[in-house]
């Protein structure tokens, strides 16, 4: 981090500022995680419908009224998805309003789930630390993007099994536009990064498939992989697969073990990719040498 010309005063007031932009940006982040998946699913439900409306099935005047109302990530305002009381301004504090509030709504005292809280304290902390070791640069700013979008990715897959293409597809542009620059690799390595990531899932998709008859994965996790490897080059996607499925087959496991989780239940992958994408971000050069060490015995 190249801070040298500001003082110790500077620079922790430069990490306050981040830590309160990532916790304002890990509200947004809550909003995104619960609102986007369903409104693509009331889209999807609403394009089945017209689909069989023009097959001759009419809809009810409820359907259409109901369905007439907004609902995306700026429709409706916050509220309380018990009694509908709107949030106001001082309920809407990152991680300090939760505090006030004890963790309940203050119009019908249900409890608050304890997520959002969470989830606006990681992306602080996550924020701070993109910042500390990229400084404040252009990179920085592309990375605390990638970072937010991946931890959106991550609650959406685990909450819908779901890796929406409005997340991964415009991930995987940005990553080869910022490489246009030469930010994280070379060009060519992030488009050989971006087309080898999806074919790698794919080939897996496939062949699993045709042993078993069943679908391993879905086709987001390719799209994922390709973001990936399209920010940080094909160099990084060994580590990146490597990681996930040691990520995954630990936590899986334990679920099985520890939770008593059914082991048929399918378990989202997307998770183990954005961690395993975001730790290689920031530590795979050194995970790529000490392993290379190790085989060696150098």
Known sequence: MDFTHFSNLQI?????VVAIIGAT?????????Y????SLMKGWEQECKEFLASKGEAETPAQNEQESEPFNIAFPASHC???????KAWQNIPIISYLLLKGKCAACNVKISLRYPIVEFVTSVLSIWVVYSLGLTVEAGLVLLLTWSLLVLTLIDVDHQLLPDNITLPLLWLGLLANTQGHFTDLQSAVIGAVAGYLVLWSVFWLFKLVTGKEGMGFGDFKLLAALGAWMGWQALPVIIILSSAVGAIIGIGGILIFGKDKNK?????????IAGWIAFF???AITGAYLSYATGQ
């Not at 922790?12 to 306050?16: D, E, L, N, V």
């Open 266 to 274: 399918p378990i989202p992958f997307g998770p183990y990719l954005a």
């Open 25 to 33: 940006i890990g509200s947004f982040l809550n909003v995104v995680i």
């Open 283 to 285: 530590w795979g050069d």
């Open 35 to 38: 609102r986007l998946p369903l």
């Open 12 to 16: 922790a007031y430069i990490y306050f």
């Open 81 to 87: 998805p018990n009694c509908k009381a709107p949030v």
